[in-house]
C-alpha cells in the first residue's frame, strides 16, 4: 500500500501481482456479489423463536382488530410446543387475556378465549419451522431496505399471489432482518374483501430466553385440563405456613379477604384451612390466566383440587379460524 502526497491510499500494480489469483478472484466475486446480487427471501421462521407479536387487521383504514401477545416456539426432541400468552386487546382493554397451548407430543391445541372459556382441537399436525408458501416465494421482488421497529430489514414485495384458502389474489409485503433474515413484519391486502394483515415482531430472537416461564407458556392446557379445578391449602403444610400464606394473600393490594373476616359471608367455618382454601381459590381465580398454575403456589401452601361436584372435562371442538400465518398451531 502506498500513499499519495494527498494522503490517500491507493494498492499499486505490484502488490495486485504479488497476491494469489485465487485471492484476488474471491475479492471481485465478493464486490460482485455485494453490487448487484439482491437478497433473497428465506424460507420462513428459525425452528425455534420467541417474539413479542402484533396482530392488526384493516378494513380500508380503520383498524378492526388489534391484539399483542408473546409467542414462543419450541422444536426440542420431548418438549415440543408453541404457546401465546400475556395477550392485550389494544382496542378493547380487559383485564381477561386469551392464550393458546398447543402440545405437539399429545397433538393437542388448547385455547382460552377473551370470555375465559376453554376450546380445544385435537389431532393437530406435528411441529416444524413455519415457511412461507411457494405461491409467495417464487414471485417475491426485492424492493429495497426499511427501517422497522428500529431494526434494517429487507422488504420483499409479491404481487397478485393466489390465495386457494378464499380463491382471491392478494398482494403480500414481508420485512426480514438484513443480517439473520428474521421476520420484522407480514402484511398481505385482500382487495376484493377490502381487508389488510399485519403482523410485526419486537424482539425476535431464535433462542427461547432462560427466563421463559412454561407454566405460564402453558396456562391455556393448564386452565382447560383442569377446567374446573380449584385451589385448595396443602395439606402437608403446617399452620405457620399456611398462615403465611394467608397473610401475604389477604394483603390489600393483592385480595380483599373481607369475606372471611367476622361477619363476612364465607368466615364460618371458622378454621384456618377453610380460609385459605377461600383465599386461595378467590386468588387463583382472579390471577389464574395470566399466572397460570403459579397463582395457586403460595411457596407449596397451595395445591389445585377437582371441585366437589366434578365430573370431568366436557370440552368443545372447534376449527382454528384461517389466517395465512398461523403462528402458533
Known amino acids: 500500500v502506498s500513499t499519495q502526497s494527498t494522503g490517500h491510499s491507493y494498492i499499486s500494480m505490484a502488490t495486485y501481482k504479488a497476491l494469489p489469483l485465487n485471492l484476488l478472484l474471491f475479492c471481485f466475486v465478493l464486490l460482485f456479489v455485494v453490487a448487484f446480487c439482491e437478497p433473497v427471501l428465506p424460507s420462513g421462521f428459525p425452528p425455534d423463536w420467541h417474539s413479542w407479536v402484533l396482530t392488526t387487521v384493516k378494513k380500508g383504514e380503520q383498524i378492526v382488530f388489534n391484539k399483542g401477545q408473546i409467542v414462543t416456539s419450541s422444536s426440542k426432541l420431548g418438549n415440543k410446543y408453541a404457546c401465546r400468552y400475556q395477550e392485550e386487546d389494544l382496542l378493547q382493554p380487559s383485564p381477561a387475556r386469551g392464550s393458546d397451548f398447543c402440545d405437539f407430543q399429545s397433538s393437542t391445541h388448547f385455547a382460552i378465549g377473551f370470555d375465559g372459556n376453554c376450546t380445544i382441537e385435537k389431532d393437530i399436525s406435528p411441529s416444524s419451522p413455519i415457511t412461507y408458501n411457494s405461491n409467495i416465494t417464487e414471485v417475491a421482488k426485492f424492493f429495497g431496505v426499511d427501517i422497522v421497529n428500529d431494526k434494517q430489514c429487507n422488504h420483499f414485495y409479491s404481487q397478485n399471489v393466489y390465495n386457494p384458502k378464499t380463491d382471491h389474489l392478494i398482494d403480500v409485503n414481508i420485512w426480514t432482518t438484513v443480517l439473520s433474515g428474521w421476520p420484522c413484519q407480514i402484511s398481505f391486502v385482500d382487495y376484493y374483501l377490502g381487508f389488510s394483515y399485519h403482523w410485526a415482531f419486537d424482539g425476535?430472537?431464535?433462542?427461547?430466553p432462560v427466563n421463559v416461564n412454561y407454566s405460564l407458556c402453558a396456562t391455556a392446557k393448564q386452565i382447560c385440563i383442569q377446567k374446573d379445578y380449584v385451589c385448595h391449602a396443602n395439606p402437608n403444610s403446617g399452620p405457620s405456613q399456611l398462615g403465611a400464606a394467608l397473610a401475604w394473600v389477604c394483603d390489600p393490594s393483592?385480595?380483599?379477604?373481607?369475606?372471611?373476616?367476622?361477619?363476612?359471608?364465607?368466615?364460618?367455618p371458622n378454621t384456618l384451612v377453610d380460609h385459605c382454601n377461600w383465599a386461595f381459590n378467590a386468588y387463583y381465580q382472579k390471577n389464574k390466566e395470566t399466572q397460570g398454575a403459579g397463582a395457586c403456589y403460595f411457596g407449596g401452601s397451595g395445591e389445585l383440587v377437582p371441585p366437589t361436584d366434578y365430573i370431568g372435562d366436557d370440552f368443545v371442538?372447534?376449527?382454528i379460524p384461517w389466517l395465512t400465518l398461523d403462528l402458533v398451531c
Open 204 to 208: 425476535f430472537t431464535d433462542q427461547l
Open 317 to 319: 371442538e372447534f376449527d
Open 254 to 268: 393483592h385480595l380483599d379477604c373481607s369475606p372471611i373476616q367476622p361477619g363476612g359471608s364465607n368466615y364460618l
